[in-house]
Every structure is written in structure tokens, then in C-alpha cells.
């Protein structure tokens, strides 16, 4: 069984910056993919920042050149900084871990963060 325990979320004026963090516990395996998806009210789930094992990252366009993805592989760990916050950024943010086991190919996903960005 795993965890992702996610942390950082909170109020936060326009203008302003929070960081992310999302760590996995337990029977872990291999951490392939790492992610940080968003849901709005009222909005389908969407993803806004991909890290590969080998630390290649992806973004929506919707915050690229805002948001920063980040792991550390020894901590089973990923972050998410967030830059010039806006009021469109206001969702949960949910932590996403793609891995591999003996046993299989798993997905997992933290119980979520809220982010509330002030106008």
C-alpha cells in the first residue's frame, strides 16, 4: 500500500507564491512518472506538471514559465513552486505517481491541497 501525503496548499494574494510538496510511503517500487493535476469547481480534472524518472518536465501552457515541478528521488518526494499566483489557479491540487513493482504498474493519487489565490 502507498501514501501520497500532499502539504503547502493555503490563501495566497494574486501576485503571490506557494510550494507543493507531495512524498510517498510505503511499498513504493520504482517512482516512473511523478504529477501535479488540478481541479477547479465546477471543472474536469486537468494536468499541470509532468517529471520523468530522468527529470524531464512538462507543463500546461496555462503555467509555464510560473510553475516550477521538482523531485527528489531519495525522498520519494515532488514539488510543485508556484509564481505569480492568479485567481484561475484556485483548484485542489492533487499529487499523482505513476510506479512499478514485481507485481505491476500502479497509479496513486494524494487526497489533495487547496490552493486559493485572493484578486
Known amino acids: 500500500q502507498v501514501q501520497l501525503v500532499e502539504s503547502g496548499g493555503g490563501l495566497v494574494q494574486a501576485g503571490g507564491s506557494l510550494k507543493l510538496s507531495c512524498v510517498a510511503s510505503?511499498?513504493?517500487?520504482?517512482?516512473?512518472?511523478m504529477a501535479w493535476y488540478r481541479q477547479a469547481p465546477g471543472k474536469q480534472r486537468e494536468l499541470v506538471a509532468i517529471?520523468?524518472?530522468?527529470?524531464?518536465?512538462n507543463y500546461a501552457d496555462s503555467v509555464k514559465g510560473r510553475f516550477t515541478i521538482s523531485r527528489d528521488n531519495a525522498k520519494n518526494a515532488a514539488y510543485l513552486q508556484m509564481n505569480s499566483l492568479n485567481a484561475e489557479d484556485t483548484a485542489v491540487y492533487y499529487c499523482?505517481?505513476?510506479?512499478?513493482?514485481?507485481?505491476?504498474?500502479?497509479?496513486?493519487w494524494g487526497q489533495g491541497t487547496q490552493v486559493t489565490v485572493s484578486s
Open positions: 499523482k505517481v505513476v510506479r512499478t513493482t514485481q507485481q505491476g504498474f500502479y497509479e496513486d
Open positions: 517529471i520523468s524518472s530522468g527529470g524531464s518536465t
Open positions: 510505503g511499498t513504493i517500487g520504482n517512482i516512473n512518472v
